[in-house]
């Protein structure tokens, strides 16, 4: 078994498109081979700054010999099949065909042996076509060359069991074609020379010699490992940033860390826009203090050592730093002259949606929906309103306008500077979340008021519009926003009513000068139900069960749904419940079949008088008490109380199909026993649709 040594060594590729390239590289050439036939043991892909690099090992010196076989007409048919069978298969006359007897006659075989051919062979076709296919995302041409890439390529590494391919990669125009060889370089600037190398081990360890670390995540490793070192020698600890990280990494091939410091004049901007400012600008670490908040120093990452020790390199990014950092506190400085509310009317310049006005309108609907929802949830209305109207006014400053990952947590700074109080400040500031699974989730009630009037306004529009998701695409973010707030009701344990909430938010819209046609509540309970899907799938709840109370219809309380939905899947999963929701489907099935043959319905009152047999007279009685017993627990929302009083219907419904004739001679027997089992399906139905559960 032999290896297979692949580089492609180019100018800078963006730190952004590494890592997917090299996964898109071992993935094109694992295919092609598995394509051709060719078995490996293990295939492994690395990106640096200037390279991509894939070892496969494990490969076979030829491809196997393959034997096809192609079954044909019978023999004696007529010539016009005979003839497609032969152009299809190749080849010129039934000569060259097997005759056999299948046991259902005598038919023609086309039977070809092809030889394997030698894996490098192969290897040079592969890797060119692989090159090709590559979905860089964006790409380049180059001096007189036509063909495409990331950047300027250089050379190709091609060994195949330490031997150079034959072939390269044709770059047009006059710059022909990049041959394979065993030809790298290593570090720009620290090892710039070219050497040869003879397998991935050779490879790998030469670059390191040469001042390039080929693993990411050992880059990576380094990179944090040193920084915190840096950090910790300060009486310090490294910002995590698993994002910047990731950036980093991609753009040194030889890490150095270093630290330098930030004028102390620069620390009463807030540290987000300081940190912003630096990560974005600059790929910058930040660092904390013992009490966490930002201390005036950064961690830098560069792509060299110098004789200094890295002393004019700190110097220099301090002194760029100096200037980034002082546009940052002059937009700082100037947003606190002007007030957030003097600022609202400038968000009447910013179009939210064309159909659906500008984002001063946005607000005013906010406002109103905001209030409504703090009064049902127990919040402060005047302050939920009052949030709602500044929530948004930060947008319209000039820190955000430079860092706009900033906004509404600018405005929290501003109201709070500007007298507001910290409720409405602090809703300001998370009106947007959560963004994310991983982010925070609001719990001081104002907050969670805008924050939901916020989404819900957004859910709203959207929706009757008709700008829903589809497939794969969701321009407006809006699973984001239903997931935001079934994690802001169900995490706060809200009692209120989603589709109240909906018609409220579908209002505003009119007293805010629209007017979206049509009601959006049943679309947007259905669109819910798709989201809470996915959040109880992740708890472990199975997507059935979340069906089979939705399509009770009329529940719009996620709150009382997840405690009805976890106790049915309690219910399903013991020994009772599944033999129950069984009988259920077996109930349901006959009477289905049995109102098809009849058309007509069973779900009249089943006459007690009718009832011949001990078994079904038993049956009708536990129906009843089960009903009764359970009434006043689903009333009370005791969903465990009310699975087991429906467990006890177990033993009377085995009883039942074990000795009743459900289809018996007489017409009214039978009719009243259709009956019987159409009630067993309304009193499992008064819990859970029982038909949606699967298994």
Same mark, same amino acid.
């Given at each position: 078994m032999t290896e297979l040594l692949i580089e492609f060594f180019s100018e800078e590729i963006p730190a952004r498109m590494q890592a997917r390239a090299a996964d898109d590289l071992k993935r094109l050439v694992t295919d092609k081979l598995a394509a051709n036939g060719l078995t490996f043991a293990k295939a492994e892909a690395h990106s640096t700054p200037r390279r991509l690099a894939l070892v496969v090992d494990g490969l076979p010196e030829r491809t196997a010999d393959v034997r096809e076989e192609k079954k044909g007409p019978r023999v004696g048919s007529p010539e016009q099949a005979v003839a497609g069978f032969l152009k299809s298969a190749?080849?010129?006359?039934?000569?060259?065909?097997?005759?056999?007897?299948?046991?259902?006659?005598?038919?023609?075989?086309? *039977?070809?042996?092809?030889?394997?051919?030698?894996?490098a062979g192969v290897l040079a076709e592969i890797i060119p076509a692989a090159m090709a296919e590559l979905p860089w995302p964006k790409s380049m041409r180059w001096g007189t060359g036509t063909v495409r890439w990331v950047r300027p390529l250089h050379s190709i590494i091609a060994l195949f069991g330490g031997r150079v391919l034959d072939g390269g990669y044709d770059i047009?125009?006059?710059?022909?074609?990049?041959?394979?060889?065993?030809?790298?370089?290593?570090?720009?600037?620290?090892?710039?020379?070219?050497?040869?190398?003879?397998s991935f081990a050779d490879y790998k360890e030469k670059l390191r010699a040469a001042k390039v670390v080929l693993d990411r995540e050992e880059r990576k490793a380094k990179i944090k490992a040193d920084a915190e070192a840096l950090a910790a020698a300060q009486g310090l600890t490294l910002s995590p940033d698993d994002a910047l990280l990731?950036?980093?990494?991609?753009?040194?091939?030889?890490?150095?860390? /270093? +630290?330098?410091?930030?004028?102390?004049?620069?620390?009463d901007v807030p540290s987000?826009?300081?940190?912003?400012? +630096?990560?974005?600008?600059?790929?910058?670490?930040?660092? /904390?203090?013992?009490?966490?908040? +930002?201390?005036?120093?950064?961690?830098? *990452?560069?792509?060299?050592?110098?004789?200094?020790?890295?002393?004019?390199?700190?110097?220099?990014?301090?002194?760029?730093?100096?200037?980034r950092l002082s546009d940052a506190k002059f937009f700082w400085d100037q947003d606190r002259k002007t007030k957030l509310e003097a600022r609202v009317p400038a968000l009447e310049k910013i179009t939210f949606h064309a159909k659906l006005g500008t984002v001063a309108e946005k607000v005013t609907r906010v406002q109103l929906l905001a209030a409504e929802i703090a009064r049902a949830i127990g919040a402060d209305s005047d302050a939920a309103s009052r949030a709602a109207l500044l929530c948004k006014a930060d947008l319209v400053t000039e820190v955000v306008g430079e860092f706009p990952e900033v906004q509404g947590i600018m405005g929290r700074y501003y109201a709070l500077g500007q007298g507001e109080s910290a409720d409405v400040a602090n809703a300001i500031a998370d009106h947007y979340k959560p963004l994310g699974p991983s982010d925070s989730c609001p719990t001081?009630?104002?907050?969670v008021a805008v924050a939901l009037a916020d989404k819900i306004d957004t859910l709203v529009g959207f929706f009757a519009i008709d700008e829903k998701p589809t497939g794969s695409k969701d321009p407006y973010a809006l699973r984001r926003a239903a997931l935001g707030v079934i994690r802001l009701v169900l995490e706060n344990g809200l009692r209120v009513k989603l589709s109240e909430i909906f018609a409220a938010a579908h209002g505003a819209y009119t007293v805010s000068g629209f007017a979206p046609a049509g009601s959006v509540g049943g679309d947007l309970m259905s669109f819910f139900a798709d989201r809470l899907k996915v959040v109880l799938r992740e708890q472990g709840v199975r997507h059935d069960l979340v069906d089979a109370v939705f399509a009770l219809g009329g529940e719009d309380d996620l709150v009382r749904l997840l405690a009805r939905v976890k106790a049915l899947q309690a219910f399903v999963g013991s020994e009772e419940g599944a033999n129950l929701a069984a009988a259920y489907k077996r109930a349901s099935n006959i009477v289905r079949i049995e109102e098809k043959k009849d058309g007509a319905s069973f779900d009249q009152p089943v006459d007690a008088d009718r009832l011949a047999q001990d078994e079904e007279k038993a049956l009708f009685a536990a129906l009843n008490e089960a009903s009764?017993?359970?009434?006043?627990? /689903?009333d009370a929302e005791d969903f465990t109380g009310t699975m087991a009083a429906l467990?006890?219907?177990?033993?009377?419904?085995?009883?039942?199909?074990?000795?009743?004739?459900?289809?018996?001679?007489?017409?009214d027997l039978r009719a009243n026993r259709l009956r019987l089992l159409t009630q067993?399906?309304?009193t499992l139905n008064a819990v859970a649709d029982f038909s949606k559960i699967e298994g």
């Open positions: 190749g080849l010129d006359s039934l000569d060259q065909c097997e005759q056999r007897d299948t046991g259902k006659g005598v038919f023609y075989f086309a *039977v070809t042996e092809k030889k394997g051919r030698e894996t047009g125009g006059t710059q022909g074609r990049v041959a394979f060889g065993n030809v790298t370089r290593g570090h720009r600037f620290l090892a710039p020379d070219a050497f040869t190398v003879e990731e950036e980093v990494a991609g753009l040194v091939e030889w890490p150095v860390v /270093l +630290m330098g410091g930030i004028d102390e004049s620069f620390m987000e826009v300081l940190i912003t400012s +630096m990560r974005t600008h600059q790929k910058y670490f930040a660092v /904390l203090d013992a009490e966490g908040r +930002m201390a005036p120093r950064f961690i830098v *990452v560069a792509n060299t050592e110098t004789l200094d020790g890295g002393k004019a390199v700190v110097a220099g990014n301090e002194r760029v730093l100096r200037a001081a009630p104002v907050s009764a017993t359970a009434k006043p627990l /689903l467990a006890k219907l177990r033993g009377p419904v085995d009883a039942f199909f074990d000795k009743v004739t459900v289809n018996a001679e007489d017409k067993i399906r309304t």
